[in-house]
């Protein structure tokens, strides 16, 4: 379902009664000021990106059992050499390719729908909220992209966004709305990433069983935080949505 916003007023026009407007050296009329943009709905997008984080949610719990048979096999290969065959290792090696190559479709896929709802979400917020926002609609993809800056810059478009799309109180006055779902999502995130890159840089070293053992349990640790993490992304994207939708078609201010 898309929504947009009313078309500006027309120019004025000749009413009867009052003629054509004077002609002489008055100073021309100022322009009308231009619309503040069109809303787009972010609904479909949002179908997409649930679908999406369930599944790789999906995912990320398969990993998490694949590290923990590995962890398995590893704890028993240094307990008893003899007690792990061939036939095990090989398929802990063929599950954790696996593991790891729908993981990274799914979460390339996941990226680029992500950006492209939290743009148009970041553009229907300009809308609603002119004077909201401390940074250009660009930043909401730029952001993500500038290192260091982007430690903050994505949470900071999201809470702005958040509170451009809160609908006002039934006397038109700003009702504050509670941050928590965009803060807990932003703070697993980045946990989410921290874990997930101390696992990579593990497992590129790991050679023994003992350090394979202990960079397995690194890994389940970090596909159970992703985990988290999708799921608050999820509430946070339905949430969101849900809020400008409600915006969009039932007014700016809430009657309850």
């Given at each position: 379902m898309s929504f947009s916003t009313p078309d500006p007023a027309p120019s004025a026009s000749p009413q009867p009664g009052f003629g054509p407007p004077p002609v002489g050296p008055y100073p021309a009329p100022a322009p009308l000021p231009p619309a503040a943009g069109v809303l787009r709905s972010?609904?479909?997008?949002?179908?997409?990106?649930?679908?999406?984080?369930?599944?790789?949610?999906?995912?990320?719990?398969?990993?998490?059992?694949?590290?923990?048979?590995?962890?398995?096999?590893?704890?028993?290969?240094?307990?008893?050499?003899?007690?792990?065959?061939?036939?095990?290792?090989?398929?802990?090696?063929?599950?954790?390719?696996?593991?790891?190559?729908?993981?990274?479709?799914?979460?390339?896929?996941?990226?680029?729908?992500?950006?492209?709802?939290?743009?148009?979400?970041?553009?229907?917020?300009?809308?609603?909220?002119?004077?909201?926002?401390?940074?250009?609609?660009?930043?909401?993809?730029?952001?993500?992209?500038?290192?260091?800056?982007?430690?903050?810059?994505p949470y900071r478009t999201a809470r702005e966004t958040w509170e451009a799309s809160t609908r006002s109180a039934p006397d038109g006055t700003y009702r504050n709305t509670s941050n928590a779902p965009v803060t807990a999502w932003w703070i697993v995130f980045l946990a989410s990433l921290l874990i997930d890159r101390v696992f990579a840089a593990q497992y590129l070293k790991a050679e023994t069983p003992e350090e394979l053992r202990a960079v397995s349990a690194v890994g389940a640790v970090s596909d159970l935080t992703t985990v988290v993490a999708a799921v608050l992304a999820l509430l946070f994207v339905r949430k969101l949505t849900a809020m400008q939708h409600a915006k969009a078609t039932r007014g700016p201010v809430a009657h309850v």
């Open positions: 972010p609904q479909g997008l949002a179908t997409a990106l649930t679908a999406l984080l369930s599944v790789g949610a999906a995912v990320d719990v398969f990993s998490a059992g694949v590290n923990m048979y590995t962890w398995t096999l590893m704890k028993d290969l240094i307990g008893d050499p003899l007690s792990v065959d061939d036939d095990s290792l090989d398929l802990a090696d063929t599950l954790t390719g696996l593991a790891g190559l729908a993981q990274f479709t799914l979460r390339l896929a996941t990226v680029v729908v992500f950006l492209v709802w939290f743009h148009r979400v970041r553009c229907n917020g300009q809308v609603f909220r002119p004077d909201g926002f401390t940074q250009s609609t660009g930043w909401a993809i730029g952001g993500w992209f500038v290192p260091f800056a982007n430690l903050y810059f």
